[in-house]
């Protein structure tokens, strides 16, 4: 059993952000932090005060988490970028909506005395009985993870504990975010006091301006007496609150979040769900019809459509079976349809699987085929405009040294660069029936003849074509075109120029896709430039589609694992700089070399180049930690180390230097993930480097001290190349199907008196209501287990509690 949180996020927009820039404009981009950990960061929309991101994300947070923040920054090439303002959502928040925060928030002035962080380490008690002085004892001894507010990337940190109105300080630790005083402080308890709160404060000093605030606890003294001791790792929190004039006129962000906190039980408890799903998509290769899958879609409200398709398909991916539970979603949808035209055209759930398999099986294939032709555009940064109504002159240039560009010059001119552009993409498509992963392939085939059998008139000689152009232009290569950074395409978004000429050939190759040249230049008519183009592209897709669909089971072996699906396998490579040392010997004034590193499924490994031979590799049971380093150590925010251990004993540790804040935590998530199941894991590490014999984060001098901070091993992102889960999309599906189960059993039982008692007694009827039936026993078996889980965490928890009272 494991219990596991994930967020869903969506930074949909902003709007009537304040003016940073002296063009009358900002160039904004958000950061988002868990708990004061800074996990990801959109792309910069320059020169806007209404900003569109459109940017999601799954994350996967530890059950402890408290709050989710949303900063808002200003970009500047010059200077430090300018804060705007935050939004930050707890937890409780999250947890009492189930169904997700979706609207406009605004944003709210950052407040020094509010953006605190970090934990301390403290002992609080209660000396002397009877006749002896009864005394409050409280000794500070260490805190860690504090906010860096001095330029040199650390703090300077002291603590003040208060009490019955007497104060008393520790010393100044210098340079350090994870200080160690072991200080004592006593009180005296006078009977007649009316002051019953400890408070000790957490300050980093100062020697110019005034110091700054960095967290405090509370502590009722009256709680504590009945105790005598109370000691552990106190969470530092704010100051209080206070009200900030700005409200309401730094703006605002339009956000979607969901917290889905599930407790995973183990794989025995799934077992008759799966086989169950299983056994209702094999029964048409019976003959027979799979009244479960047609339940499911009619009971999936469109709000919970996508979900529910993400976790079939990838179920079924597990199962080996998505190519059959794509065909029955198939089958359905055309026993529905009677316009050709409409076909797959609707949000159905058999075209969000459609969309869900094609992202989770193609993006290497997507990523093959689209990845020249986006660089290409992303480098050359043409000038490309084919309405009229949109040309602007001053944008193209110059024609020669001294003639001004006409519209019709632009208009000429942006013809020609999207037709070359097209034509190296149509190139593109027709030879990737050779890489085309072969399940895709085979889906695509069993679709085009489904859809054949169902319109073979002449009339519908297009339908089967338009039916995979529908998914593989429409659903899956235009919407890469048009954004490539949410395919992975690209690190940041398009500028404004780009962005267009993308618009414009993801037009073109919708056009193609429809395969109706006429439409589209009757809607906009400025594309019948391209009318040629486009005619020639819907040949060369008929041929590639065909050639496509011509593959079968029967292809050698070696074009079968070449083709395969790759999903399952952790893999992540690019290039990055690192650093080694052993037993954390101190670095050199340059340590980092620029190397190519693969994360396989078992090893990472690094070389000078992608094809030269691996200069070095680790093995991934024996890494023990993967951490970020503090700023201040190499001048980068964004080095993460990986901790090892040799067969000797020795500790080594690995440094990566990745280039962006995303690229450090995808790297951090896919390591964290692919080691999840290691077993000699450190609980504590050092931020730091050793160097000048003291560790640089919390000055100890023992190499061998254990570690200054806990290791965060629960926040990793969700990406398309994660292995697939199957106990947890089967916990998924299991909480779908528990929350349409009445609307189901409605549905089943209308239609049972639909057919008509004849196939009811029947030998096929009654195998449908057993397949149905079972289910709702199933669900019910389920339910059961989750129930005891959570009557035995309910009484740990209280026994806990008597022992702690005791």
Known sequence: MSKRSTLFIRIVEGKNLPVKDITGSSDPYCIVKIDNEAIIRTATIWKTLSPFWGEEYNVHVPPSFRTVSFYVLDEDSLSRDDVIGKVSISRETLTAKPQGVDGWINLS?????????????????????????????????????????DRNGASDPFVRVRFNGKTYESVVVKKSCYPRWNTNFEFELDETSTDSLLSVEVWDWDLVSRNDFLGKVLFNINK?????????????????????????????????????????????????????????????????????????????????????????????????????????????????????NTLFRSNSLASKSMESFLKVAGMQYLHRLLGPIINRIFEEKKYVELDPSKVELKEAGCAGLHRQQTESDV???????????????????????????????????QLYHRVQE????????????????????????????????????????????????????AKAVQTIGNM??????????????????????????KDFIIKLVSCRE?????????????????????????????????????????????????????????????????????????????????????????????????????????????????????????????????SCYHPGIYKADRWSCCHQREKADPGCDKTRHGVTLQEWYDPLDPDLEAQLIYQHLRS????????????????????????????????????FSVLQDLYDAHFAVEEEERLKNKNVFLEIKT
């Open 109 to 149: 002035e950052i407040d020094p005395d509010e953006e605190v962080q970090g934990e301390i380490h403290l002992q609080i008690s209660v000396l002397g009985d009877g006749e002896i002085p009864r005394k409050l004892c409280c000794r500070v001894l260490e805190a860690r993870d504090l906010a860096k507010k």
């Open 224 to 340: 504590l007496q009945s105790a005598q001791q109370e000691e552990g790792w106190f969470r530092l929190g704010p100051d209080k609150s206070k009200h900030s004039e700005y409200e309401g006129t730094l703006g605002s962000l339009r956000l979607q979040l969901r917290l889905r906190d599930e407790v995973v039980l183990p794989s025995s408890h799934y077992k008759p769900l799966t086989e169950l799903l299983s056994q209702s998509v094999g029964s048409q290769l019976n003959g027979n019809w799979p009244d479960l899958i047609m339940l499911m879609d009619e009971t999936t409200t469109a709000e919970s459509r996508q979900e529910v398709a993400n976790n079939l398909v990838k179920l079924f991916l597990g199962q080996g079976l998505v190519k059959e539970f794509l065909d029955v979603l198939f089958k359905l949808e055309l026993e529905k349809t009677t316009e050709p």
């Open 411 to 445: 208009i000429q001119q942006s013809c020609s660069i999207l037709q070359s552009y097209l034509s190296e993409l149509l190139t593109s498509i027709l030879q990737s029936a050779s890489y085309c992963p072969l399940l895709i392939c085979q889906t695509f085939h």
């Open 454 to 505: 169902r319109f073979p008139d002449q009339q519908y000689r297009k339908v089967k074509f338009i039916a995979i152009t529908s998914f593989l232009c429409l659903r899956f290569i235009s919407p890469a075109i048009m954004s490539p950074k949410l395919f992975h395409l690209r690190e940041k978004h398009a500028d404004a120029r780009t962005s267009r000429t993308l618009l414009l050939l």
């Open 516 to 541: 109706d040249t006429l439409a589209c230049c009757s809607k906009e008519p400025w594309m019948v430039c391209l009318q040629p183009a486009i005619q020639q592209g819907i040949a060369q897709l």
């Open 554 to 682: 029967s292809e050698d072996f070696e074009l079968q694992t070449r083709m395969s699906l790759q999903c399952g396998t952790m893999e992540k490579e690019g290039f990055l700089f690192l650093h080694r040392t052993k037993d954390k010997c101190m670095p050199m004034t340059s340590p980092f070399k620029k190397y190519y590193v693969t994360l396989s499924k078992d090893t990472l490994s690094y070389s000078r180049t992608q094809h030269s031979k691996k200069t070095s590799s680790i093995s991934l049971p024996k890494i023990r930690a993967v951490e970020k380093v503090e700023e201040k150590c190499f001048g980068s925010a964004n080095v993460m180390q990986i901790i090892s251990s040799e067969a000797s004993g020795q500790q080594e540790t690995l440094y990566l230097d990745c280039k962006s804040v995303n690229e450090l935590n995808h790297w951090l998530s896919a390591l964290r993930k692919a080691c999840s199941h290691n077993t000699n894991t450190m």
């Open 740 to 775: 349409v189960q009445h609307v189901m059993r409605d549905k089943y039982y209308k239609l049972r008196e639909q057919r008509g008692a004849q196939e009811t007694d029947s030998t096929r009827g009654q195998r449908k209501t057993d397949e149905v039936t079972k289910l």
